[in-house]
């Protein structure tokens, strides 16, 4: 079946270094994050350690360091870098015309049960 | 395109580390040839004595297999011993005829033992005690004779004799010197140790000098210069190693004590040509401790991978002997000697010995027997210079004296259940650091924090992680460069990025970047906030705040909790509340369906679990001034209720404590900071355990500084007594403004003036009066209309898009 692409905001609405929660209506909320140079990535909002929301993370080169204990998580591919280990779910997103879009099917499926906590 | 040919001589520890770290940042950079002269694959030379005392086996030291090198696509010529290296050619060419072709050479050939030059030493049974051969020779002889002989009682002789010993022979030590590891200890921990060892049966000949070693075709005994013989089946020579410079001599590198390499470890002969570990010299030493090697290995490797930074600055070391079941730790210039002054604890029916040496107030040797537990933190001190007149009464009583926490008082990693939490702080048990240090391979105290996260917070288990570094992997800790950089972003340690912020009056984050060379190009959690705190307390008013660069509770003005909610507290001006603030916050708490609230340590209300949408309309409805809880900024100032009620009050403690939190709330500080304020000197409003706290007497105040309720209690230290509460918020504010100027990022106030010294402090803030006001003047101006953040959102710079999350409108899709 044909992709559906949901816009989801402006790349001008996440703040450069930093990020925004998307809400849904099953599920954890999923971050999109926006680096330096201006490329978006999503991933669940939740850290493959303890669970913590990773859009209120800072945000360097193309990781997140999340903010309840530090781990550093990997934009691109949702993984934990350095010595931890442990992956959260990523998203696919297409950036068309400054528009940041998600994946309809993804929005509504992807990653709803709890990874075993 | 081709890739350029780099060949490594020598397969042990120093050199195959390069070649890890080199392959962690440039893996297809090279293509690689290794030369070794063992038939092995590199393993733990350092493990080779539990090995000789049956603790470990020579399998359980392999560090990495040979699939590693075919996994790396390295090809490793065993067993293959290079005799010679053609400069001009670029070639190196082995024993067996094998060459090998290079635009990279990397000489990583360790160390040779020295062989004392006697007649008898070609004799059957003569060893030195190096390698994996010298190993087996050992325990193949432990099982046919009986009588050994150990010529050398330094670290490696008697760890050597231990093992002879554990493997049943009758050791003899023969040792020149009149005790013990003399260039390590001092003699009377040299005496407890040979007293040690006798009690498990090694016999000692001190001050002996061996004549010959005596035999037919298989050695018989030992002969001493008086004359005497004591009979010898194996004859184990530890008397030292040497730099192996044989091969880049022949090749006319130049050698001294090792071959001379620069802070690149590039040999300064040949730039093509790089040396790391004990056959290198680099600033005239050559190390032989895994540390210090490994350090070099880093440089060396960003180098061979043409990123051009990193410079290996030379290194400290300290000893540990590894023999089960003895203590002993050594550093710096134990022996003492002109000028130097010795604290000494001796106790010989316990078996502890400690001897420290200070010399212009710093601590710069120490020499511990029985009870090693504080030598990382006496090696600390050592290495930082710092002054300890201060700690001076309680040094000898380690660590723990100034106040702990954690790991119930434990000192020693053995005597501790592997199911006994080390890091407090972390939850890190001690099967778990062992498990890590063998399974990851994890050699520094460095790797045990990121890998297990133990001791990676107070640190005050720091000895402990050690010892079982030290039990597991044979690491020792001889740490580090003296700087310490500030993350992996950089080489430039804190004080140095705050010296050229100012010095070049950098105002941002990017310009620092590009003006230090950071590494990465945002940098990363841990330099960014601390880039933008200097800034901001350097240039107020001209630097601007970078919300990015802030942890996200300074972001969003509440503190995150374990469930991703916030916490609220408003600000109650020295613990003072009334009904209509406390009605405000009731109602509150029932329309936002707040679940918990709680009076917090700093005489206020927590509300905990308040939904990150709430927020903007909380702090509204509560309408009280940020109480900056969440920040890295003064937090409260804690009163009692003084001579206003209190029929023992001398002074307005109250008033004193509203008037101090009025004219230093907002204020963004290296650390949090917290005052007290008492009325009187029973102190009911702990001012001694405050960064500032102020205690009421009858003829005025007293202002202590730099105490802290944390992880170790550390109670403040009087600091001047003046008369008005006008000099109370001089003295405390230009104290403060002091720290805000030259603190290091997430340093309190404590570690601060543990850093910089009372002596300084004093100086700046009480001696020097017009230096004090203008101290005192510059917090003024950097606090002068400074915005709240819960109310003057545009000014604080707060994104209100972060309260609220986006709600895509998603078309129906079919089902899949």
């Known amino acids: 079946m044909n992709e559906e692409w949901v816009a989801v905001c402006r790349v001008e609405d996440i703040p450069v270094l930093g990020a925004r929660r998307i809400a849904r209506e099953r599920g954890a909320a999923v971050a999109v994050f926006r680096t330096a140079d201006d490329r978006v990535f999503a991933l669940l909002d939740r850290c493959p350690h303890k669970g913590g929301p990773l859009s209120q993370g800072i945000v360097a080169g193309d990781g997140v360091a999340c903010p309840l204990h530090n781990w550093t998580i990997g934009l691109a591919d949702g993984c934990a870098r350095g010595a931890d280990s442990g992956c959260t779910p990523k998203f696919a997103v297409r950036v068309q015309g400054g528009r940041v879009h998600l994946d309809a099917q993804e929005l509504l499926q992807h990653a709803l049960d709890p990874v075993a906590a | 395109m081709q890739k350029m040919k780099l060949v490594m001589v020598g397969n042990g520890m120093a050199g195959v580390r390069t070649l890890e770290e080199l392959l962690k940042i440039a893996p297809d950079l090279y293509d690689i040839t290794v030369f070794g002269a063992e038939p092995h694959p590199n393993y733990n030379r350092i493990l080779l004595s539990p090995v000789l005392a049956g603790e470990q086996t020579l399998d359980e030291i392999v560090l990495n297999p040979l699939a590693w090198y075919e996994q790396q696509g390295i090809r490793l010529h065993l067993g293959r011993k290079v005799v010679r290296i053609d400069r001009v050619k670029r070639l190196v060419h082995a024993e067996d005829g094998t060459a090998a072709a290079y635009d990279r050479l990397l000489l990583a050939t360790g160390s040779s033992p020295f062989m004392l030059p006697v007649p008898g030493k070609d004799l059957d049974g003569v060893i030195a005690y190096r390698d994996i051969a010298d190993t087996q020779a050992m325990i193949d002889a432990a099982a046919r004779y009986k009588n050994a002989v150990v010529i050398g009682g330094g670290l490696l002789g008697l760890e050597a004799a231990n093992g002879l010993m554990r493997r049943g022979m009758q050791v003899t030590v023969v040792h020149l010197m009149p005790w013990l590891m003399e260039r390590q200890l001092d003699e009377v921990a040299g005496g407890m140790l040979r007293q040690s060892l006798q009690e498990r049966g090694i016999r000692f000949e001190l001050?002996?000098?061996?004549?010959?070693?005596?035999?037919?075709?298989?050695?018989?005994?030992?002969?001493?210069?008086?004359?005497?013989?004591?009979?010898?089946?194996?004859?184990?020579?530890?008397?030292?190693?040497?730099?192996?410079?044989?091969?880049?001599?022949?090749?006319?590198?130049?050698?001294?004590?090792?071959?001379?390499?620069?802070?690149?470890?590039?040999?300064?002969?040949?730039?093509?040509?790089?040396?790391?570990?004990?056959?290198?010299?680099?600033?005239?030493?050559?190390?032989?401790?895994?540390?210090?090697?490994?350090?070099?290995?880093?440089?060396?490797?960003?180098?061979?991978?043409?990123?051009?930074?990193?410079?290996?600055?030379?290194?400290?070391?300290?000893?540990?002997?590894?023999?089960?079941?003895?203590?002993?730790?050594?550093?710096?210039?134990?022996?003492?000697?002109?000028?130097?002054?010795?604290?000494?604890?001796?106790?010989?029916?316990?078996?502890?010995?400690?001897?420290?040496?200070?010399?212009?107030?710093?601590?710069?040797?120490?020499?511990?027997?029985?009870?090693?537990?504080?030598?990382?933190?006496?090696?600390?001190?050592?290495?930082?210079?710092?002054?300890v007149g201060d700690i001076r009464d309680k040094l000898m009583f380690g660590e723990s004296s100034l106040g702990d926490a954690g790991h119930q008082g434990h000192s020693k990693a053995a005597a501790m259940a592997d199911s006994d939490e080390v890091c407090g702080c972390n939850g890190v048990t001690k099967v778990t650091i062992c498990k890590a240090i063998k399974d990851k391979g994890l050699f520094t105290l460095d790797e045990v924090r990121k890998h297990t996260k133990a001791s990676a917070s107070c640190g005050s288990c720091t000895g402990l992680v050690e010892q079982l570094l030290m039990a597991t992997a044979g690491g020792d800790y001889s740490a580090a460069p003296k700087t310490k950089a500030m993350c992996g972003c950089t080489e430039h340690g804190h004080q140095a990025v705050r010296d050229a912020i100012r010095d070049r009056h950098l105002l941002s984050i990017d310009e620092v970047y590009r003006a230090l060379d950071w590494r990465t190009p945002n940098g990363c959690a841990s330099c960014r906030p601390a880039v933008n705190y200097y800034l901001l307390s350097t240039w107020p008013k001209e630097a601007r705040d970078d919300p990015q660069s802030r942890f996200i509770n300074e972001r969003s003005h509440a503190n995150i909790q374990k469930d991703g909610t916030y916490s609220v507290i408003p600000r109650m001006w020295g613990g003072m509340t009334s009904s209509s603030e406390l009605r405000r916050i009731a109602d509150v708490v029932d329309k936002y369906k707040i679940p918990s609230v709680k009076v917090t340590g700093g005489q206020r209300l927590d509300l905990l679990g308040v939904k990150k949408e709430d927020l903007p309309a909380v702090w509204k409805d509560i309408g009280m001034p940020s109480g900056h809880a969440y920040a890295k900024a003064l937090r409260t100032v804690k009163t009692c209720v003084g001579s206003e009620w209190c029929r023992f009050g001398t002074q307005d403690s109250t008033k004193m404590g509203q008037d101090l939190e009025r004219a230093l709330w907002r204020m963004y500080a290296p650390h949090k900071v917290k005052l007290a304020v008492s009325g009187c000197p029973r102190n009911c409003a702990e001012a001694g355990i405050k960064d500032v706290g102020v205690v009421g007497v009858d003829s005025g105040w007293e202002i202590h500084i730099a105490g802290n309720a944390g992880i170790k209690t550390e109670v403040a230290q009087f600091f001047v007594k003046v008369k008005t509460p006008d000099e109370v918020r001089e003295y405390s504010g230009a104290f403060l403004q002091l720290y805000r100027e030259e603190g290091w990022y997430l340093e309190r106030t404590v570690h601060y003036l543990h850093r910089v010294g009372m002596e300084h402090v004093k100086k700046r803030v009480l001696d020097d009066a017009a230096g004090r006001k203008a101290l005192w003047e510059r917090l003024q101006f950097s606090l002068d209309d400074e915005p709240d953040p819960w109310f003057e959102f545009e000014k604080a710079q707060v994104d209100l898009r972060q309260f609220e999350p986006l709600r895509p409108v998603i078309p129906i899709v079919e089902a899949v």
Not at chain 2, 287 to 314: D, M, N, W
Not at chain 2, 326 to 341: H, K, N, Q, V, W
Not at chain 2, 357 to 384: H, M, N, P, Q
Request: glycine share 12%.
């Open chain 2, 207 to 387: 001050g002996a000098q061996t004549e010959a070693l005596v035999g037919e075709a298989r050695v018989r005994a030992v002969r001493f210069k008086d004359g005497r013989e004591i009979p010898a089946d194996l004859v184990v020579m530890a008397a030292g190693i040497r730099p192996n410079t044989l091969l880049a001599e022949s090749t006319g590198l130049h050698c001294q004590r090792g071959i001379v390499v620069n802070d690149t470890l590039q040999t300064v002969t040949d730039p093509r040509i790089y040396a790391v570990g004990e056959c290198a010299a680099h600033r005239g030493i050559a190390y032989g401790l895994v540390a210090p090697l490994f350090e070099q290995g880093k440089v060396c490797a960003t180098h061979l991978a043409q990123f051009g930074i990193g410079r290996y600055s030379g290194s400290q070391t300290s000893t540990k002997l590894k023999v089960t079941g003895i203590d002993l730790f050594s550093a710096g210039d134990f022996m003492g000697g002109d000028g130097a002054e010795e604290i000494v604890l001796s106790d010989p029916y316990a078996g502890v010995y400690k001897k420290l040496v200070i010399k212009d107030d710093k601590l710069i040797g120490a020499c511990l027997y029985g009870d090693t537990v504080d030598g990382s933190w006496y090696f600390k001190l050592l290495r930082e210079g710092r002054k």
